[in-house]
């Protein structure tokens, strides 16, 4: 996926990069960091430690792109002061100089954040590292078909590009995965929420929620392994 990326300033003023080979973006053109935050860290890792009633969880994150998610649930971690052991998969990674233009840092409360973005998007790959004593991250550079894993996940971020670009990455057969490895109560969460898909999580064992989508989409899906 050698693509050629162009920057593109989303509507809340953070950067993104756009992949016209693939009419695909990172991230939402309303609002990369606004998206980002409605319905991976409200509808998914918030919402999972209101029910939960606990003090870690488990994320597994596809795919790990511009690091926006995974910096985001690194100053959130700081902010609400749970545990987070973060599982972030991407075949292909972005460079240091693809990373260094985007300063997700100025979007995030300085008080919680105890590295910055430059510094975060230069965690080495594939070794598990402690952020901050909230935080772990392990970054693996693979794709999500090929992932193995012994330990069970509380919450899975899906942010694959659309079906129109990688339909396979939005087949039954992964859905059916990422059932697999959940563990009992865990979430599945998506800006998705195209008809096929949730008939896939469906099928998976999931019961499926449409919820009200972020600006500028109307619904979104989470999915919860009872
Ligand atoms: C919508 S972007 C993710 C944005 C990211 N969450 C962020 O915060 O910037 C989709 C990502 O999935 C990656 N990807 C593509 N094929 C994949 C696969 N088979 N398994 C895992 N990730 C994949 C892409 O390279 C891209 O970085």
Redesign the pocket.
Known sequence: ?DYIKRKIITEDGSI?YRIDDLK????SLYG?VTE?YFVYLNEGLNYWFQKRNQCECNIL??????????YMSFVESNKIRKSIDYTS????P?TIEETKILEYDKFFDSSYISMNFKKFSSIIWEQAQDLSPYFRIAKKQ????N?KSQNYFDII?Y???GYNA?PE?WEPNLMRKCFELLNPGGVWVSYCAKGSVRRGLKKAGFKVFRLPGPPGKREMLRAVKE
Do not use: V
């Open positions: 996926m993104t695909e973006n990172y991230h990369a980002s994150e596809l795919g790990y792109g511009t690091g926006l998610m995974a998969l991407e075949p292909f972005m693979t794709c999500f078909e992932f971020f942010d694959a590009f990688q990455l």
